[in-house]
C-alpha cells in the first residue's frame, strides 16, 4: 500500500501532522492579515480616543495582532476577530497604564520632586479602568472616532509629508512598504517619519477630537484620502491588484467630511472623483486577473447608477464656481465615465482640462498626463513634444510606459522596447510587471 493512503481506500493522501499545522498556519496568517486591513484602524481609533494616547493605542494593537498568530494557531481563529482584537488591545493598554501608574507611585515615593508633572491627562493613574470584555464591535460604537484621528493625523504641526503618512498608517492601515511604494521612497525613510510623528503628537499634547476650524487641515485631508483610495484601485505593496475595501472606505471617510464641509466645492469633486472610478472597477481586471487597460475595458460592468450619482456631486461641486485640482480631475474622469465607447471619448477637451490642471497644479504628474491627452487629440509627436519637457519622473514607471506607447505609436520600436522595459523595472505592482512583460513580448526581440 503506498504510503499515506487510506486502508481499504482509492489511494487518497492523507495530511501529516506537519501538513496539518502548516494549513492552519496559513489560515491564522491569511485572518490576520485580513484583520489588520479591515479592523486594525478602527479598533487603533476607538482605543486612540478612549485613553486619548495615539502611541499607546499603536502599540497595544500591534501587540495584540502578535498575540493572534500565537494563541489562534493553538486555539483557532474566533468567531469575532475585530472584537478578540479590541478585548485584547484594550487590556494591553489597561496593563501598560497599570504599570506605569505603580512606577510612578514608587518613583513618588522615593523623589516626589520629580514626577509633580508625571500623571497623563487621558487617563487615571491608580489603574482603575476595569478590564472589560469588549465583544461587538459596529459602525455605532465607532462613530467619528477614525474621522477624529483622521485629523489628528492632518495637525497643521506635522509637516505635509508626515501627515499624509501617519494617516495613511493610523487610519488607512496601510503598512509601512505600501505607504512607501505610494510616496516612492525608502521604507525606513517612510518609518523614520511615522515614529517622529507620534512623538510629536505624544510631546505636544494634540487633543484627539474634531476642531471647530478645518480649513487648515482641508488640503492634507483630500491627499490623504486620495492616497488610501489609489492604493485600494490599484495596490502597490500587496499581491492583490484591487483592494476594493480600501477605496470603499475612502469613499466612507470623504463622504463623511463632505457632511462636515457641506461647503466646500473641493471636497465635493474629490468625493466625485472616487465614485467615478469605483463605478470602474470591475472591469479594470479580465478573467484571468491581468489589468485592462480604460480603451479597451467592457462598459457593460460600469456601474451606471454609481456614474449617475458622481455626476450629480460633480454639479453640485461645480455650481459653488469656486475651481480646484480635484474638480477638474472629476471632470476629467466624467468625461471618461460618461463616453459611450473609447471612441466617443472627448481627448481636446480632456487635454484643454489638464491644460487647466496644471495651472491649478503644476506638478509632473499633471504634465505627464497632459501629454498623453494631448497625444489622443493631436498624435504621437504633440505628446511627446510635451512629455520631453517633464522633468523629475525618472524613477516613475508611468512615465516611461506612457512613453514607450507614444513612441510605439510613433513607429520607434526600438525605443519603445527600451522605455517598456525601464518602466517594467520600475513597476511596483505584480499585474503592471506583467502588463508590461506582455507589452515587450509583442515587440519581439531588438
Known sequence: MAAGARPGGRGVL?????????????????AVTQLMREEGGRVLALLAARFNDVDL?????????????????????????AGWLYTVAHNRMI??????????????????????????????TDGSETE???????????????????????????DRDIQVALTLRLVGGLTTPEIAAAFLVPEPTLAQRIVRAKRKIRDAGIPLRIPEQLDD??????????LIFNEGYLS?????????????????????????????????????????????????????????????????????????????????????????????????????ANAPSAADTDWSTIAGAYARLEQLDPSPVVRLNRAVAVAMADGPRAGLALLDGVQGLEGYHLFHSARAELLLRAEDRSAARTAFRRARDLAPNPAEQRHLDRRIVALGEA
Open 14 to 30: 492523507t495530511d501529516t501532522p506537519s501538513d496539518a499545522a502548516a494549513r492552519a498556519a496559513t489560515s491564522v496568517d491569511a
Open 57 to 81: 493605542a499603536d502599540d497595544a494593537v500591534q501587540d495584540a495582532f502578535l498575540q493572534a498568530v500565537e494563541t489562534w494557531q493553538a486555539d483557532g481563529i474566533p468567531n469575532n476577530p
Open 95 to 124: 496593563d501598560r497604564l497599570r504599570r506605569a501608574a505603580s512606577a510612578i507611585r514608587r518613583l513618588k515615593q522615593a523623589a516626589p520632586e520629580l514626577v509633580r508633572a508625571a500623571d497623563s491627562p487621558g487617563y487615571d
Open 132 to 158: 472589560e470584555e469588549v465583544l461587538v464591535i459596529d459602525d455605532r460604537e465607532v462613530g467619528d472616532e477614525q474621522l477624529r484621528l483622521l485629523l489628528l493625523c492632518c495637525h497643521p504641526a506635522l
Open 217 to 226: 487641515r482641508v488640503d492634507a485631508l483630500l491627499t490623504v484620502l486620495y
Open 236 to 336: 502597490h505593496g500587496s499581491e492583490t491588484t484591487i483592494r476594493v475595501d480600501l477605496a470603499d472606505e475612502a469613499i466612507r471617510l470623504t463622504a463623511r467630511a463632505r457632511s462636515l464641509l457641506p461647503e466646500s466645492a473641493e471636497v465635493e469633486g474629490l468625493l466625485a472623483l472616487e465614485v467615478y472610478h469605483r463605478a470602474r472597477i470591475d472591469s479594470r481586471l479580465n478573467g484571468a486577473g491581468e489589468l485592462v487597460l480604460l480603451g479597451d475595458q467592457d462598459r457593460r460592468k460600469w456601474d451606471l447608477a454609481a456614474i449617475g450619482q458622481a455626476n450629480g456631486i460633480l454639479a453640485s461641486a461645480l455650481a459653488r464656481n469656486v475651481p480646484g485640482p480635484y474638480q477638474v480631475q472629476a471632470l476629467i474622469a466624467s468625461l471618461h
